[in-house]
T-cell receptor
Framework: DQQVKQNSPSLSVQEGRISILNCDYT??????FLWYKKYPAEGPTFLIS?????DKNEDGRFTVFLNKSAKHLSLHIVPSQPGDSAVYFC????????????FGQGTELSVKP | DGGITQSPKYLFRKEGQNVTLSCEQN?????MYWYRQDPGQGLRLIYY???????QKGDIAEGYSVSREKKESFPLTVTSAQKNPTAFYLC???????????FGAGTRLSVL
């Protein structure tokens, strides 16, 4: 049972345009959501997060939107840069379970010059 | 530098052999985690520990064992009972806020 899903395995975007990565979840007990960026053969690096009590969080070129009624979150990258090319994972934290995370399958973003 | 150190970067296991992956952190984090990543899949939780001398099974604990004798260290042993050990293994830790997990660089385990 996949509680966190990223239905697009890959996404290709032109440099300077917007990248939108999507993530759906099923469990209402998630209270915190995170996006990680990962390069091959490296550990994931934290990108941006959002609490379940908010609907938007922005950090520079990165914005995460949360739609609780739809159980959907998205990561917007504007403008996209070639260095953004990586695999992006969304993750959801269970309420009151010591920081335990459930990860989606990842979306590979390719930003073309 | 503060961070999470995983070693070795590459590891090879022979049939019937147990191997141990090291994870050390100097972030003074209480909780530590082990994940496994397979191609095209997300990270799956193997074991986690919230305090010293205590740990819990994750979603795919069979064939693995851990110990947490020191706050800084959380080694993972891949036993011979794990029939499909080839994967990329990631260690993470989290601070008091329990908000953000920080990851090591990973260990790639292959079977000879």
């Amino acid at each position: 049972d996949q509680q966190v899903k990223q239905n697009s395995p890959s996404l290709s975007v032109q440099e300077g345009r917007i990248s939108i990565l999507n993530c759906d979840y099923t469990n209402s007990m998630f209270d915190y959501f995170l996006w990680y960026k990962k390069y091959p053969a490296e550990g994931p690096t934290f990108l941006i997060s959002i609490s379940s009590i908010k609907d938007k969080n922005e950090d520079g070129r990165f914005t995460v939107f949360l739609n609780k009624s739809a159980k959907h979150l998205s990561l917007h990258i504007v403008p996209s840069q070639p260095g953004d090319s990586a695999v992006y994972f969304c993750a959801a934290r269970f309420y009151n379970q010591g920081g335990k995370l459930i990860f989606g399958q990842g979306t590979e973003l390719s930003v073309k010059p | 530098d503060g961070g999470i150190t995983q070693s070795p970067k590459y590891l090879f296991r022979k049939e019937g052999q147990n191997v141990t992956l090291s994870c050390e952190q100097n972030l003074n984090h209480d909780a530590m985690y082990w994940y496994r990543q397979d191609p095209g899949q997300g990270l799956r939780l193997i074991y986690y520990s919230q305090i010293v001398n205590d740990f819990q099974k994750g979603d795919i604990a069979e064939g693995y064992s851990v110990s947490r004798e020191k706050k800084e260290s959380f080694p993972l042993t891949v036993t011979s009972a794990q029939k499909n050990p080839t994967a990329f293994y990631l260690c993470a830790s989290i601070g008091v806020s329990k908000n953000i997990q920080y990851f090591g660089a990973g260990t790639r385990l292959s079977v000879l």
